[in-house]
């Protein structure tokens, strides 16, 4: 028996440490690892017995082929040998007739490993098939910081430990980023206030000092409310202003004058007094920080909504203050060079580009030149998780699409393909890790054996590259060595000597970060752009979402689940027993229909229709209603949330929309 340390592979800011307990080749145990500086011991209810995911008797253990109906989940076993020279064959066929765009890689964060993410990226650009544009999370919440902030470094987690006033702005932390937790409490015992700012009263809502809830969409509003309150009241800080930020006068004479406080009462929902209230105390904390979440960036106006956030730190100066701060994303990202293992100079010059979130509008279009005959689906489960689902499913459905899916389990995607091949765990593969939402990097070796004959992302990608006669000596490299590349590259990449002999032996490994990173803005000008000359508008202003023109009654916010992790964690019986389609809806509205706790309901808008069981509950306003997590089709009655999610981008980064939705109900 050892106890060996790994980093917890799933899409969540936390990248937390674990440490994994082996016997005889199996992980028996895990836990959190008390060294490990973010998250400090601990690991959320669902890593807590990762082994059971590891070990599940529902991990795919061969490759299948298809003997059923496309969806219908009738395989028989082949060997690896054979999977792959039926992929090989079909795929040269493809390009021979229609072109290699007609083959499309479709991949998300199901491992977010440097080398197990991107390890497809390489072979599909040397084919020359079309390339995915990968932007079904947050890319507007980034873009929305840019606009002001350049490539300045996202404020420390940590840093909120010495702020007095933390605003959780539109993030469920206690259920997407709870060792973030451990840093407000440490500033709540000194006397911080936690504000949370949500369309429904969350558990982290619930949990914080004071509630903002906020109608959909309407958060740039808000933030427009507060700078005119800031401005008019004198409270903006003028020197770091005069030193460090560019545009608002302008801001001050050509927008902020239309965003009185009644008028934003108007739209938003908070009503006028409570956002005097809550400009004073921002604008007059010691410190003020901002955690922002991306729930307020899935909208048509998400970028521009995170823009206008982006402003409030800069004006009150916050970013000069021990405690001050905005935390987007983190960008430990950047502590490696990982173009060793994305190789964009592979990628053919003016080859088609295709949006992740158009997956069923580009499978369906007859009219599309060449049509997609071939998807290969790793990391990503899209029957479940991308927009417009009846789309998706309608595409998948094509008996004359080729799909191939590289997975762990059979996923609602799995069941349509013609070729199923297994996937490792992360404990049964080697990458390393880096984190969105803290700056800690850790290795992951392998720990035990790959269960069943499952291969990593990359192996497979080795294989397909040899059988359709890829030469490159890429492709010939271990993932040992791709480690020990990504660990040389932190020299070059990172600003600040990185310990590698210590990220070598797995251990968690903090970022230093250069002392004045908060204040060295890396912008055009060196300054905060609120005026950003390169963008149209130049100004940010408030623009409603798309679900201001939408009919429909209800606007449906579709957030995550604690229990799962997107569709990750599905497998696991255990954490998704009992009712998980649940419609949460405002008593004044189920009166008015006569609804009752526990009715059934149809959730339906032009897209389609989703079942759930209601919950009546005062925690969302009225006019909204609230289904968390992403299920599985076999838990649920007539599908997903994503039977009724748009496909519609938002303003910059094409970006998804997932809560600019809006549905009527009807009983049964
Ligand atoms: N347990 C669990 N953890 C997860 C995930 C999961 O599914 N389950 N998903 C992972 C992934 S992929 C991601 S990207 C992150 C996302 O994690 P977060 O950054 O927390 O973002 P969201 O989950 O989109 O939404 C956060 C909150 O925004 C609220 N919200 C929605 N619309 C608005 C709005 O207009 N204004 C305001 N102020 N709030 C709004 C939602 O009600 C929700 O409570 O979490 C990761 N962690
Ligand atoms: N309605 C609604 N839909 C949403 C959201 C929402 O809030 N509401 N959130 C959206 C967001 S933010 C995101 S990021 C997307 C994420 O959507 P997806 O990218 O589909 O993520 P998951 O559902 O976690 O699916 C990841 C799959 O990868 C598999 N996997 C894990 N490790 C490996 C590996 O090493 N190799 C291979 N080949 N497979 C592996 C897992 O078994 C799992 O089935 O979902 C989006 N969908
Ligand atoms: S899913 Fe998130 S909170 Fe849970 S163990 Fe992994 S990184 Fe930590
Ligand atoms: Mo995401």
Not at 16 to 33: I, M, P
Not at 102 to 128: C, D, E, R, V
Not at 163 to 189: E, G, P, Q, Y
């Amino acid at each position: 028996m050892e106890i060996r340390k790994t980093a917890c592979p799933y899409d969540c800011p936390d990248c937390c440490g674990v440490l994994v307990t082996v016997e005889n080749g199996r992980a028996v145990k895990v836990a959190g690892d008390p060294e490990h500086p973010f998250t400090r011991g601990t690991l959320c209810p669902k890593m807590a017995h990762y082994e059971r995911t590891v070990h599940s008797s529902r991990r795919l253990t061969t490759p299948l082929k298809r003997v059923g109906g496309k969806g219908e989940g009738k395989f028989v076993p082949v060997s690896w040998a054979e999977a792959i020279a039926m992929i090989a064959e079909r795929w040269q066929e493809i390009i021979k007739r229609e072109g290699a765009e007609a083959i499309l890689p479709y991949s998300y964060a199901g491992t977010m490993g440097t080398i197990q993410y991107s390890a497809g990226h390489a072979l599909f650009f040397a084919l020359g098939a079309s390339s995915l544009d990968r932007t079904i999370c947050a890319p507007a919440k980034g873009a929305g910081y840019r606009a002001l902030m350049g490539k300045t470094m996202p404020t420390a987690p940590q840093e909120a430990q010495h702020s007095d006033f933390i605003m959780l702005w539109s993030i469920s932390m206690l259920a997407t980023d709870i060792h973030f937790k451990h840093d407000v409490d440490i500033a709540r015992k000194k006397g911080a206030r936690i504000i949370c700012i949500d369309t429904y009263a969350t558990k982290t809502a619930q949990w914080a000092d004071e509630f903002i809830c906020v109608r959909p969409g309407t958060d740039g509003a808000l933030a427009l409310g507060m700078l005119h309150i800031i401005a008019r009241d004198g409270l903006a800080d003028e020197a770091f202003i005069d030193r460090y930020v560019q545009g608002w006068q302008e801001l001050k004479q050509e927008i902020l004058p239309r965003y009185a406080p009644t008028r934003v009462a108007e739209i938003t929902g908070v009503e006028a007094g409570k956002l005097e209230g809550l400009a004073h105390a921002f604008a007059n904390a010691r410190a003020p920080f901002i955690r922002l979440g991306s729930g307020q960036s899935r909208y048509g106006n998400g970028a521009m909504t995170s823009r206008l956030i982006t402003c409030l730190p800069a004006v009150v100066g916050a970013y000069k203050k021990k405690g001050g701060g905005l935390l987007t994303s983190a960008s430990g990202s950047h502590a490696f060079d990982k173009d060793i293992i994305r190789r964009p100079d592979m990628e053919k010059k003016g080859v088609r580009h295709i949006n992740m979130i158009k997956l069923g509008e580009v499978l369906t279009d007859k009219s599309l030149q060449p049509r997609v005959k071939a998807l290969y689906v790793y990391s990503s489960n899209p029957a479940c998780t991308a927009p417009d689902q009846n789309k998706v499913l309608e595409g998948l459905a094509r008996e004359d699409l080729f799909t191939v899916v590289h997975e762990r389990f059979l996923t609602d995607t799995a069941r349509y393909a013609d070729i199923v091949l297994p996937a490792t765990t992360s404990l049964e593969h080697e990458d390393i890790y880096y984190s969105y939402g803290q700056y800690v990097i850790q290795r992951g070796p392998k720990l035990i054996p790959p269960v069943g004959e499952s291969k990593s992302n990359w192996q497979v990608m080795q294989l397909l590259a040899e059988a359709m006669g890829l030469k490159e000596d890429f492709f010939r490299q271990s993932e040992e060595e791709l480690v020990e590349r990504l660990i040389a590259s932190t020299e070059t990449a990172w600003p600040l000597p990185v310990d590698k002999e210590r990220l070598a032996t797995a251990e968690p490994v903090a970022l230093d970060l250069p002392e004045s990173y908060k204040l060295d803005f890396k912008t055009p000008s060196g300054k905060i752009e609120i005026l950003n000359p390169k963008l149209s508008p130049a100004l940010p202003d408030f623009f409603p979402p798309h679900l201001s023109e939408d009919e429909g009654e209800f606007i449906l916010i579709n957030s995550p689940d604690p229990r799962i992790l997107d569709s990750s964690f599905n497998e696991r019986e255990e954490l998704v027993r009992g009712n998980v389609m649940t419609l949460l809806l405002n008593p004044a509205d189920a009166s008015r229909h006569g609804f009752r706790e526990g009715d059934r309901v149809t959730a339906k808008n032009r897209l389609g229709e989703a079942g759930f069981t209601l919950k009546i509950s005062p925690s969302v306003q009225e006019g909204t209603v609230v289904s968390e997590g992403v299920w599985w089709q076999e838990y649920t009655q007539k599908g997903n949330t994503n039977r009724l999610t748009s496909a519609r981008t938002t303003d910059v980064g094409e970006g998804s929309t997932f809560y600019d939705v809006r549905v009527d109900l009807i009983s049964g």
